[in-house]
């Protein structure tokens, strides 16, 4: 007796996109997106990272030049952000040009 392959009587289903399934997928990468602009960095991270800028400067490290280079990075940092937190340009975005716009 031989066996034959089993075959149906039913209709193959049809290979379709799975919309479901795509919009899922696209909301896990726009929240794995958003939450690694969100991420923030360590005082140890961040103290690595400067020593690391100060290094290839060509600064060696335990010099006052060394120190001098971290000390201009943290000033720099400093004032970038009293920029961004004084400025009226910078903040919520309502729309306008300036902070005068009809």
């Not at 990468?29 to 400067?50: G, K, N, V, Y």
Request: proline share 8%; glycine share 6%.
């Amino acid at each position: 007796m031989q066996h034959q392959a089993h075959t149906s009587s039913a209709p193959a289903k049809r290979d379709r996109p799975r919309w479901r399934d795509l919009g899922a997928t696209a909301t896990v990468l726009l929240l794995a997106t958003a939450l690694s602009a969100c991420q923030t960095i360590t005082p140890e991270q961040r103290r690595a990272a400067d020593e690391a800028q100060c290094r290839s400067y060509g600064f060696k490290p335990r010099t006052e030049a060394f120190a001098n280079c971290l000390m201009r990075i943290d000033l720099e940092r400093r004032l970038e952000r009293s920029i961004r937190l004084n400025s009226p340009y910078y903040g919520p975005y309502y729309g306008g040009p300036g902070p005068y716009w009809w």
